[in-house]
C-alpha cells in the first residue's frame, strides 16, 4: 500500500516493536514534511513515494529490527538533500549563500551558525533529528567517517550543480561525475551497513563499487522522471539535457518552454542502456561478497527503474 502524507500513515508507529527505543527521533515524519513545506517548492507527496521505495529495497543484511527507523531516516535526509537541491536548482529559490551555509550545517555546531533564514532554520532541524536516530545504529562509529565522506560528496554535487546553471562550468565529465551524488544512494547504503551485524569490513571496497554502480541506475531512474520539469527550469545539470544540446537537439533559448521536452525523448535508450550496463556490473559484483548474501540485490534495481515511473505525476 502507498503512503499519504495527508493522513495518518506517516505517523510512527508507538511502541518496543516498532523501533529500537534508542533510535527515535524528536520529530515524527510528517512534521519534517510541514517544515519542507514552509520552505520548498516540491509536491511533498513525493516524499511519501520515497518513504515507501526506501520501505522496499534494503540490503538483504540489515537486520529487521532496524529496518523501519532506516526507512524513516532516509526519507528526512532526503529530505534535506532536496533542500539543497532547491537552493541550487531552481531558478526561482537559488542562492549561493545559503546553498553554502546548508552544506556546512552537518560540520557545525547549532552555536557556530546564526540562522536567519526558514531554509537553514528548516534544514538544521531536519539535519540534527536524522543524526540523533542514525548515530545510534549498532555499527555508526565503524561508518562514521564514510557516511560524513559521501554526505559531502552529495552536498558538493549540489554546488555543482549551481555553478553548472550560474557560471557556466557544465561540461560532460564533471557532470557524469557529480550528477548521481544527489540521489544519496551511498549514504543510504552506508546506513544499511551500520544495520548490518554480519558484514565483514574487508569487503567494504567491493559493497562500495555496487553502492556507486546501484546509485548510477537510480539517478537514471530519476532522471527519466524529473527532466521535463528540469527543462522548464532551464537546468543544463541535468545529464540528459547537457547531452541534448551537444548533439545539437536543442539550443539553450529552447529551455524553460515545454513544447522543448518531446525532443528530448529520443535520448531516453542512450541511459537506460547504460543503467542495465550498471546493473549487469552488480549482478557480477553481488556474487564477489562472502559475509552476506546481496544475491538478487540487482533484479531490485531493475524493478527500482520501473517504480520511478510511479513518481512522475508528483514531480
Known amino acids: 500500500m502507498g503512503l499519504s502524507v495527508a493522513g495518518t500513515i506517516l505517523e510512527r508507529k508507538k511502541g518496543p516493536e516498532a523501533f529500537p527505543p534508542e533510535s527515535v527521533g524528536l520529530l515524527e515524519l510528517s512534521e519534517v514534511m510541514d517544515l519542507y513545506k514552509s520552505v520548498g517548492r516540491r509536491n511533498i507527496d513525493y516524499f511519501a513515494w520515497i518513504h515507501d521505495v526506501y520501505s522496499w529495497i534494503t540490503l538483504p543484511s540489515v537486520s529487521f529490527e532496524w529496518k523501519s527507523a532506516l526507512s524513516e531516516d532516509k526519507t528526512k535526509l532526503t529530505v534535506f538533500d532536496i533542500l539543497a537541491d532547491d537552493l541550487a536548482d531552481n531558478h526561482t529559490t537559488r542562492s549561493f549563500s545559503l546553498l553554502q551555509e546548508l552544506a556546512e550545517i552537518p560540520w557545525k555546531e547549532k552555536s557556530q551558525t546564526a540562522e536567519t533564514s526558514k531554509f537553514l ?170 559475509s552476506i548474501n546481496l544475491r538478487g540485490f540487482s533484479d531490485f534495481l531493475i524493478e527500482l527503474i520501473d517504480k520511478f515511473e510511479g513518481s512522475r505525476s508528483l514531480r
Open 121 to 290: 532554520d528548516a534544514g538544521r532541524r531536519i539535519w540534527e533529528d536524522s543524526l540523533s536516530s542514525v548515530s545510534c545504529y549498532p555499527r555508526f562509529k565503524e561508518f562514521e567517517r564514510i557516511f560524513y565522506f559521501d554526505l559531502r560528496q552529495v552536498l558538493s554535487s549540489m554546488m555543482y550543480s549551481y555553478l553548472a546553471n550560474t557560471e557556466g562550468i557544465e561540461n560532460p565529465i564533471e557532470t557524469s561525475f557529480y550528477s548521481s551524488y544527489g540521489c544519496l544512494v551511498e549514504v543510504a547504503i552506508d546506513m544499511d551497513l551500520m544495520c548490518s551485524p554480519a558484514f565483514d569490513m574487508r569487503e567494504l571496497g567491493l559493497i562500495r563499487t555496487i553502492a556507486c554502480l546501484a546509485q548510477k541506475v537510480a539517478h537514471v531512474g530519476n532522471m527519466m522522471t524529473t527532466y521535463p520539469s528540469e527543462v522548464l527550469e532551464s537546468d543544463v545539470s541535468s545529464p540528459i539535457i547537457s547531452l541534448a544540446l551537444r548533439k545539437g537537439l536543442i539550443r539553450r533559448d529552447e529551455l524553460g518552454v515545454a513544447s522543448t521536452v518531446p525532443k528530448l525523448s529520443k535520448l531516453e535508450w542512450v541511459f537506460k542502456s547504460r543503467a542495465h550496463s550498471y546493473i549487469r556490473k552488480v549482478a557480477e559484483c553481488e556474487k564477489e561478497i562472502r
